[in-house]
């Protein structure tokens, strides 16, 4: 890491999707920061590797948020955790040398705006404060479910997210926490979780299990946290009388989407939430998501370095972004080590 009082370091290696299924890794110029900005250099930088492979593959329907979102040459990411060292005009609370965590994507030095991004306590470690973003879209979620206490809740889709959703349900009164996968290893970490119930069934196979875990009475709530276009016909069967589906995953290719036979006839609510109704939503300023979630890592209630399962040099991201569009179901959180370089 460059020395913060000396750099003059004005080119960054930046992690790019020139177009579907091509990944380079690019130097470029970075500006100095004007007014209102900080330019910032990498330390640790999560993949979100739902969101991220989606972007990669390239396959959009036409009319869906990704159709007009991603436009290639494309830069992913947006879990970052940085050293300040330079602010612009009119930056006030803070200065170089603070670390700070924002929406940022795979770069080695870059410019934020620095109203999108915030403090890092000392206490919390550069590996933990980079799930900052992930987890907040994760409280999203149970945000909008409105659950009530003793819930019997699903979950479908076990990445980040889904483990995520599963730790705050078990601190929130859900009485039964089902995970639904086919992967031993994400069903475990779920069980690790708070998750009092697993099926390692495809989501399609898991309608009788469900019935039994629950005693016919069915799931008050599921969480579809996939994004895939096949899952969510499902979900809205395994849900009792007015029950709900939470959407955490948008699809790509929604005209491949069903809602299910009975969304009607049994009255089920299908709710999506997305990370960008993080300020303001429910109450909750996004400064107060970002403190809840550093405290409730401080304290242990929330556990993130245990969906760790590697960190990598950013110089080796085109071989571990093409490992991950090969088998992405053994990994969970991947870090890019910025201070390799």
Not at 41 to 55: P, R
Not at 106 to 126: G, K, N, S, V, Y
Not at 204 to 231: C, H, K, N, W
Not at 239 to 244: A, M, P, S, V, Y
């Amino acid at each position: 890491m460059p020395d913060i009082a000396t750099t003059q370091s004005r080119s960054s290696f930046n992690c790019v999707f020139q177009e579907p299924n091509r990944i380079e890794m690019i130097e470029e110029p970075v500006e100095e920061p004007g007014p209102g900005q900080i330019l910032c250099a990498a330390n640790q930088s999560l993949i979100s590797t739902g969101t991220e492979l989606a972007c990669l593959k390239g396959r959009f329907d036409e009319g869906t948020v990704w159709s007009t979102w991603v436009r290639y040459p494309f830069y992913p990411g947006y879990s970052m955790v940085a050293q300040v060292l330079k602010i612009g005009d009119g930056v006030e609370g803070i200065q170089p040398g603070d670390r700070i965590m924002c929406p940022a994507g795979h770069r080695q030095f870059f410019l934020a705006d620095a109203m999108e991004t915030a403090l890092i306590p000392d206490w919390i470690r550069d590996e933990e404060a980079v799930f900052t973003q992930i987890a907040k879209i994760a409280l999203l979620g149970v945000l909008r479910a409105e659950h009530a206490f003793g819930e019997r809740v699903g979950v479908v889709g076990l990445g980040l997210i889904g483990q995520l959703v599963i730790q705050y349900l078990n601190r929130s009164g859900a009485r039964q926490i089902i995970a639904i996968a086919p992967e031993s290893y994400r069903l475990e970490l779920a069980r690790r979780h708070g998750a009092t119930d697993l099926i390692s069934l495809p989501v399609d196979e898991a309608f009788g299990p469900i019935q039994e875990l629950t005693e016919g009475r069915m799931l008050d709530t599921i969480y579809d946290v996939t994004g895939s276009y096949a899952v969510l016909s499902s979900c809205t069967q395994f849900t009792r009388d007015l029950g709900k589906v939470i959407l955490l995953g948008d699809s790509t290719e929604t005209s491949k989407q069903s809602i299910g036979p009975k969304v009607v006839f049994n009255s089920v609510s299908i709710l999506g939430i997305h990370g960008r109704m993080m300020e303001g939503y429910k109450g909750w300023a996004e400064a107060d998501m970002n403190s809840y979630i550093f405290e409730s890592i401080r304290d242990g209630r929330l556990d993130v370095a245990s969906l760790i399962t590697e960190t990598a040099s950013p110089l080796d991201a085109v071989s571990v972004y093409s490992r991950l569009a090969e088998r992405k179901s053994d990994a969970m959180g991947i870090l890019f080590d910025w201070t390799q370089l």
